[in-house]
């Protein structure tokens, strides 16, 4: 019997309907091969790997033959290949259960295989958004929140900025026509912020006035 998640979500990607004149411009994942390059840093795990592979190679390259010396190298490759095989999924179960959300009012980001939770960045809390653009128009859109707000970096990780542990920024990681979504951030931004909020007040009349009556 199949089985979903997420299906007690109303909305996918959010907790609860959007209220009365929210409206939804944009949902997407993060793209999961991008995010096992950039995000889990498989380059660097591959860089490690294969110093290990030539230091080996080279330690025993004047003490066998060559053939013999190549395939000494070889455990370290096959290594490489699980460790690949490894952040690969990891990245995959991350982007299957991540779903962002851009609205008129707000940007919802759920996030978390292992712990689900969502994030709620009102425009009006948005201090900043910086985009990390990529070739093939992939790209990364990180926020810089205002006031008080205190994000924990583990707790958010891989969908955060790298390396801003102090101050953690949310982000957009990895998602495709990343350059288009920014924009219409922006543009969402913009007319949200520039809204007026309207409160009412009670004005009590004059004690003069009273007295007249």
């Known amino acids: 019997m199949s089985h ?3 299906e007690i979500e109303p909305v996918e990607g959010l907790p609860a309907r959007p209220p009365e004149g929210e409206v939804i411009l944009w949902q997407g994942r993060p793209d999961w091969r991008r995010l096992t390059w950039e995000a889990l840093s498989l ?3 591959l860089g490690y790997f294969g110093v290990l592979a030539f230091w080996r190679f080279i330690s025993v390259v004047d003490q066998m033959p060559l053939g013999q010396a190549i395939g000494a190298t070889i455990p370290f490759f096959l ?3 699980l460790a690949t095989g490894l952040l690969a999924l990891t990245a995959l179960v991350q982007a299957r259960a991540t779903m962002y959300t851009v609205t008129n009012r707000r940007v919802a980001m759920r996030i978390g295989a292992a712990l689900t939770m969502t994030l709620n960045l009102p425009y009006t809390q948005i201090a900043n958004a910086m985009l990390d653009l990529r070739k093939g128009g992939s790209g990364t859109i990180a926020f810089e929140t205002m006031g008080d707000t205190r994000l924990s970096y583990l ?3 891989p969908h955060v900025r790298p390396w801003h542990m102090k101050a953690t920024q949310p ?3 990895c998602i495709r ?3 288009a979504v920014a924009e219409l951030i922006a543009d969402a931004a913009q007319a949200r912020v520039s809204q007026p909020q309207v409160s009412r007040t009670l004005v009590s009349e004059p004690a003069s006035a009273v007295a007249a009556e």
């Open 4 to 6: 979903d998640d997420f």
């Open 43 to 45: 380059p660097w795990v």
């Open 79 to 81: 290594v490489a290949g």
């Open 155 to 157: 707790m958010c990780w």
């Open 171 to 173: 982000a957009l990681r």
């Open 177 to 179: 026509d990343a350059e």
